[in-house]
């Protein structure tokens, strides 16, 4: 079966530096996403690496690798506005988004 | 509009109502999704579009039905609701179905009660 693993929430504080980490495990790989969602509103996108590394995009950055299933995105110098859940989607082998359940990221002063 | 809307924004049904929910987008967009997004559970795909005048079947699409008459309209109809399709229910759309960064609606909340 296809998996999306991605924590369930986490905590940061205003200022600081927060990494949220997703492994997958799907049939064939096209490329991950990075999506913000704030509570109630749609997903708005963030980043896409199809290629291993470090894509880095003012304060958000993501990195890639596919040996490893393994990305994360890195949220430098957390503001209160950055609360929200943050969610991890793959690319499949048809093309299709397979989505993590999303980790609600809580930004405290 | 510019982007892609949904209507309704919220919705209260009995069960065994139908409900259509509209989805239009003005970007020119070949693919279109329709996803329900549920509590502790990632976006799920109900119905995809490639192109204009086809559809395909996505994770959970039963209980639901699509088309996709031309570009910009992607109507999600539920034939005979159910409590368990009360959810949130995203559209979306991108350029291309292999060129993935899809762009999505603003949501319809539907309770089925």
């Known amino acids: 079966g296809q998996n999306i693993d991605q924590p369930t929430e986490m905590t940061a504080t205003e200022g600081a530096i927060v990494q949220i980490n997703c492994t997958y495990q799907?049939?064939?790989?096209?490329?991950l996403f990075w999506y913000q969602q704030h509570a109630g509103e749609a997903p708005t996108f963030l980043s896409y690496?199809?290629l291993d590394g470090l894509e880095e995009k003012g304060r958000f950055s993501s990195f890639l690798s596919r040996s490893k299933g393994y990305s994360y995105l890195l949220l430098k110098e957390l503001q209160m506005k950055d609360s929200a859940s943050y969610l991890c989607?793959?690319?499949?082998?048809?093309?299709?988004?397979?989505w993590g359940a999303g980790t609600k990221l809580i930004i405290k002063p | 509009i510019a982007g892609i809307t949904q209507a309704p924004t919220s919705q209260i049904l009995a069960a065994g109502r139908r409900m259509t929910l509209r989805c239009t987008q003005d970007?020119?967009?070949?693919?279109m999704y329709w996803y329900r997004q549920d509590l502790g559970l990632g976006l799920r795909l109900i119905h995809y579009?490639?192109?204009?005048?086809?559809?395909g079947k996505g994770e959970v699409p039963d209980g639901y039905s699509v088309s996709r008459a031309n570009t910009d309209d992607f109507p999600l109809t539920l034939a005979s609701a159910v409590p368990s399709q009360t959810s949130v229910y995203f559209c979306?759309?991108?350029?291309?179905?292999?060129?993935?960064?899809?762009?999505f609606g603003p949501g319809t909340r539907l309770t089925v009660l």
């Open positions: 579009s490639n192109t204009a005048g086809t559809t």
């Open positions: 989607a793959v690319v499949d082998s048809n093309y299709q988004l397979i």
């Open positions: 979306a759309s991108s350029l291309l179905a292999d060129r993935n960064e899809q762009f």
């Open positions: 690496n199809v």
């Open positions: 799907t049939s064939g790989f096209n490329g």
């Open positions: 970007m020119r967009h070949n693919a």
